[in-house]
């Protein structure tokens, strides 16, 4: 009998979420981990997130869900936007944790992990590469030998989609 991989998900969090909401839905964050294990056996679940201390109930729900969150501070614009680069603390995450795990799934379309998915393909340690929006990722992450890797949120809102709870009507 042989034993389970042990697989571990890298999560680029702002990437996921702005990637679903373009798509005009939003995840359930708890359905999402339970996907995750339920489909890919994964054992350990970081979410790379910009920290802002106005979110700190999302946070608690997000561990209460499963998932370690790795925190970056996050930088204000002029222009009002906020900015929370997690990139290279994924990428380091993955490399510190490299021995723990046999498969790490990437959750990301963005094209500045290539480098990471190739380096995981040649090490046979690539497991997939979940990416958010099918019709805008990063042209990275379309090499053939990524290919095969690819799965699509896209594919998953029937699973993972957040429904509000509906309240029930008053009687009179």
């Not at 679903?20 to 708890?30: H, N, S």
């Not at 994924?90 to 480098?115: H, N, P, R, T």
């Not at 042209?139 to 709870?165: C, S, W």
Request: charged fraction near 25%.
């Amino acid at each position: 009998m042989s034993k389970k991989p042990i697989v571990y998900a890298f999560i680029d969090s702002q990437n996921l979420n702005l990637g679903v909401r373009e798509l005009g839905w939003k995840i359930d964050q708890a359905r999402f981990r339970k996907y995750l294990t339920d489909k890919y056996n994964v054992e350990r679940a970081y979410i790379f997130i910009g920290f802002l201390p106005e979110n700190v109930r999302l946070y608690a729900s997000l561990q209460a869900a499963g998932f370690v969150c790795i925190f970056r501070p996050t930088l204000v614009y002029k222009d009002g936007t906020t900015k929370g680069n997690c990139d290279a603390e994924l990428v380091l995450q993955a490399m510190i944790d490299f021995d723990e795990y046999d498969a790490a799934l990437i959750v990301s379309g963005y094209g500045d992990f290539q480098c990471l998915a190739k380096y995981l393909h040649e090490q046979n340690k690539l497991g997939r590469l979940l990416i958010p929006n099918r019709n805008k990722f990063s042209g990275l992450l379309k090499f053939d030998f990524l290919k095969p890797y690819h799965r699509f949120v896209n594919d998953l809102q029937k699973k993972i989609e957040y429904l509000p709870k509906k309240k029930n009507p008053r009687k009179d």
